[in-house]
């Protein structure tokens, strides 16, 4: 089955540094990426989409300059969480779309990554 | 825009007992509903899908789900639970390949021996 992996899956960094996120298909090619963050105990709320060669699309409320992302090709996704402080520790989970036109769809997960900001 | 509702935040449930994991929705176009499980400091596994056709819908793990337009609801069940079940459910909608899902607050499942 479809596979997506994040590196790393934990970082712990000091207030004021960068962070990147990795994500990757490893079998499949994503042309669509989805970034979520999820806090203890609650839900996962997506942050953005992540189209290749595109822009991204942030949902309202997340501040496209501290979260930025890259979707470079069509296996990888990065995400940089900049000038990171204590509040935007949380888990980070990203996911691709097997998807092509007129095919159905699923999104597969990655494992998420537990950023903890000191 | 879509909203997921899941009522039960905690579900305890003895092993070997059935479960029903309750969903419901809130969509002004047709969607696409998902059941996904998520074990402690991991990402989510899919469990099952609705796309279209049958309104039962058959998973992995034993867990199956029925689509009920009527109702809005998309509830999840399973006749006998293990303790492996333990985790925490999330019921998500999108409308469409290529978009968002969005997600309802969860249920943790916690089996009882």
């Known amino acids: 089955g479809a596979v997506v992996s994040q590196h790393p899956s934990r970082v712990i960094c000091k207030s004021g540094t960068s962070v990147k996120i990795e994500c990757r298909s490893l079998?499949?090619?994503?042309?669509?990426m989805f970034w979520y963050r999820q806090f203890p105990k609650q839900s996962l709320m997506l942050m953005a989409t992540?189209?290749?060669?595109?822009?991204?699309?942030?949902e309202q409320g997340v501040e496209k300059d501290k979260f930025l992302i890259n979707h470079a090709s069509l296996t990888l996704s990065t995400l940089t969480v900049t000038s990171a402080h204590p509040e935007d520790s949380s888990f980070y989970i990203c996911?691709?779309?097997?998807?092509?036109?007129?095919?159905?769809?699923?999104?597969?997960f990655g494992p998420g990554t537990r950023l903890t900001v000191l | 825009a879509q909203s997921v509702t899941q009522l039960d935040s905690q579900v305890p449930v003895f092993e070997e007992a059935p479960v029903e994991l309750r969903c419901n929705y809130s969509?002004?176009?047709?969607?696409?509903l998902f059941w996904y499980v998520q074990y402690p400091n991991q990402g989510l596994q899919l469990l099952l899908k609705?796309?279209?056709?049958?309104?039962l819908v058959k998973g992995i793990n034993g867990f199956e789900a029925e689509f009920n337009k009527s109702q809005t609801s998309f509830h999840l069940r399973k006749p006998s639970v293990h303790i492996s079940d333990t985790a925490e459910y999330f019921c998500?909608?999108?409308?469409?390949?290529?978009?968002?899902?969005?997600f309802g607050t969860g249920t943790r499942l916690t089996i009882i021996p």
């Open positions: 996911s691709a779309n097997t998807a092509t036109s007129g095919s159905t769809d699923t999104q597969y």
């Open positions: 079998d499949f090619q994503a042309t669509t």
């Open positions: 992540s189209n290749e060669g595109s822009k991204a699309t942030y």
């Open positions: 969509s002004s176009v047709s969607v696409y």
């Open positions: 609705y796309l279209s056709g049958s309104t």
């Open positions: 998500a909608v999108s409308v469409g390949p290529n978009e968002k899902l969005t």
